[in-house]
Each structure stands twice: as C-alpha cells, then as structure tokens.
C-alpha cells in the first residue's frame, strides 16, 4: 500500500518541480523583455531627439508622414502569418510582445550599434566607408542579434508556446516585421522631405515589393532554434541556432551591400536584383506552407491512438487538423467552445510529439506533464460544445 502511494508523491513533487521551474523561467523572462524595452525607448526617444535636433525640426512633419505610410499596412503583413499558422497558433499576447521587442527594443539596441560604427568608420576613413561598413556588416549582425533575441526569449523562457519551425518563424516575422515598421518610418520620413515622387517610389520598393525581406532574414533564425526545439541531439540543439543567425546576417548582409557599394548605378541592375529577392521570398513562402502541412500532419498522427483510447472521435480528430475548422467553429453553433477544444486538441498532439521525442532521446520534457490535464480539457470544452449544439 505504501508503495504506489510513495511513487505517486514523488511523481507529483516532480510534476510540481517541474511547473515552479517553468514559472521562474517566465518571471525572469518578463523581467528580461521589460528591461530590454525601456532601454529600448530610451534610446529610440534619445537618437529621435538627435535627429529632430540636427535638422532643426524640420523631420517632425516628415515622421509623422512616414508613420503614416508605414503603420497602416501592418493590418495585411501581419495577417498573413496569423492565417498560415492554422495548427495551434500562438497566443495573442506572446505575437503582441514579438511585435514589440522588434519595434522598440531591437531598434533602439541596433540604432546605437550601427551609429556607433558608422560614427567611428567615418571619421577614419570617411563617410562612404562609414556608410558602407555601417550598412554591409554592422547592420546585418546588430539588427539579427537583437531581432533574434526574442525568438530565442520564446524559445527558452516560453517552451510550452514554442513547438517547432513553424512557431520559430512566426515569432521571428512578428519580431521583424514591428522592427521594419519602425524602420520604414525613417525610410519614409527622409523619403518625404526629398519630395512626394521620392516618397512613392519608397513606399512602392519597401511596403510593397520587400515587406517581406526582415522577416525572411530573421525567419532564419527562426528556423535554427525551432530545428532546436525539435530535435534530441546536442550538437543540432547548439549549432542549429548559429547556423540560422548566420544564414539571416548573411542574407541580409548581400542585401545591403550591392546599393550601397554601388549608389547611384545601382539602376543599371535594380530590377534582376529586386527579381532575384522576390525569388528567395516565393520560396520561402512556399517553405512555409509545406511546414504548416507538415505540423498538421504531427498532430494528426499523435492524436490517432486517441480514437483507441477513447478520448476523442475520428470526426473531432478531423476538426482540430481541419485548415477552415476554427472557422467553422466561428461560425458554426461551436463558437468558442470549439476553438478552444480545438486548440487543446492540438496542443495534445503537439506534446504527445515532444514526449515521443524525448523518450526516444532518452529525455525528460515538460510536455509530458500536460497530456493528462489536456485531455481533461478536452472532456471540458466537449462538455461545453455539447450544451451548445442544436436541438432539432
């Protein structure tokens, strides 16, 4: 009798171990990400000030026009990832902080760093070098390092909202694209105070023919730490992540290197240049799409034993792997109830994965800890669908 009632208690303490670790993993976090962000608005207001100072105020109206032209769009760029990720989307507010670190923290840390080294570069060897070095190397690495530092805060302080690729390159685009949102606003205010036709041909070339190239760099560390996330082996886990980040700085060094070494005849080859980008951003769309079929299919395959145990029906296991099934839910008589029953759902298959993973590996995971209490979950939101449903 005392037996199973003793290992019973050391598997709860464990359990129990288990979520206070995890609890001072986000505390400290949080305390990491606020403290980014206000030296992030420190220095975004103090180089914004600078700015304002050294052109006697005239950039004030220009800024306003260039938030104008870069904020708006957002509504589209960051619907586009929202509906790709269909399986387990992330939380609102974990997409709400991306957003942020990438728009204020990340761009007042690479502003100091890239004015800094163009600073020192052009008072030795001149402005041209300056702009050079500045735009070429020291850009591609600050910006990526910041950038990537919030994928890597998801993956490390937030692993129960972070699965794989997929949720790397999600938090990775949001991060960039509130980093390029902040950007384009210089982009277009300097555009805006050199004339309208200027201003249009910015706008026309960054919001909306490269929206898409921040997040395609940044999505390269993305993809490191979610081969990180997914993977058992040691050396995959360390050197995936530094390899993605030096595929984005790289990615992002050619970028800016052949403008700004070229200046003025950078026209005679703009438009194979331009082509050449929107080839690399096609196929990483599409390599996005195949990574979203991919994760539907995990969680279908986790979730068939399901169906033996009795805890969910074939047609329930179709409807949380279903593209339109939160859709449906919407608008259908499940409303709420479905979409969180599909969410748990999902989340179920996505942590009978990782445990699988792990076994095999010979591993301990906290998505072990979370297969019982979502099935209990599941039993819940059924419950509450049940009561919603038509009686005819």
């Known amino acids: 009798m ?17 979520h206070d670790a995890e609890q001072k993993r986000r505390r400290l976090g949080l305390t990491l990400w606020i403290t980014g962000m206000i030296l992030g608005v420190v220095l975004n207001l103090f180089y914004t000030f600078r700015g304002i100072l050294a052109t006697q105020g005239s950039i004030i109206p220009a800024m306003f026009v260039g938030a104008v032209f870069a904020f708006p769009p957002l509504v589209v760029y960051l619907f586009i990832p929202s ?12 997409l709400l902080m991306a957003f942020l670190w990438g728009a204020v923290a990340a761009t007042g840390f690479s502003i100091l760093i890239n004015s800094t080294v163009h600073d020192v570069f052009s008072a030795a060897f001149g402005p041209k070098v300056g702009d050079l070095v500045s735009a070429s190397v020291s850009a591609p690495f600050a910006e990526e390092f910041w950038k990537g530092l919030a994928v890597l805060g998801f993956f490390y302080f937030m692993r129960r909202e972070f699965d794989g690729i997929v949720d790397g ?9 509130g980093f390029a949102a902040v950007e ?47 993977s058992t082996k040691s050396s995959t886990r360390l050197l995936a992540p530094v390899a993605g980040y030096m595929i ?3 990615l992002h060094a050619m970028w800016n290197f052949l403008p700004t070494a ?12 331009l082509l050449l980008w929107l080839l690399f951003v096609a196929a990483f769309s599409v390599l996005i799409i195949a990574l979203v079929v991919r994760k539907g299919r995990l969680i279908r395959e986790n979730l068939r034993d399901e169906v033996l145990l009795g805890h969910l029906s074939q047609e329930e296991i179709d409807l949380v792997c279903s593209p339109v099934g939160r859709l449906r839910c919407t608008f259908g008589w499940r409303g709420a109830s479905g979409r969180n029953f ?5 989340r179920l298959g996505l942590s009978k994965w990782h445990t699988a993973r792990a076994m095999k590996g010979q591993k301990r995971t906290i998505s072990a800890d979370f297969i ?9 939101h059924r419950a509450a669908m049940m009561a919603r449903a038509p009686r005819y």
């Open 372 to 380: 019982i209490p979502l099935r209990d979950e599941i039993k819940q």
């Open 83 to 94: 509906v790709l990720d269909r399986f387990d989307p992330e939380p609102w507010w974990c």
């Open 2 to 18: 005392n037996g199973p009632v003793a290992v019973h208690g050391r598997a709860s303490f464990t359990v129990s171990s288990e």
């Open 342 to 346: 599909i969410r748990a759902g999902a």
């Open 184 to 230: 384009n606003v210089l982009y277009y205010a300097k555009a805006a105070m050199e004339g309208g036709d200027v201003l249009a041909g910015t706008f026309v070339l960054r919001g909306v023919f490269t929206p898409w190239l921040h997040p395609l760099f940044t999505a390269m560390t993305g993809i490191g730490f979610g081969l990180a996330r997914e």
């Open 248 to 250: 984005g700085v790289s």
């Open 169 to 177: 390159i999600i938090y990775a685009t949001f991060t960039a694209l």
């Open 262 to 273: 070229l200046g003025s005849a950078m026209g005679a080859v703009f438009v194979p240049w």
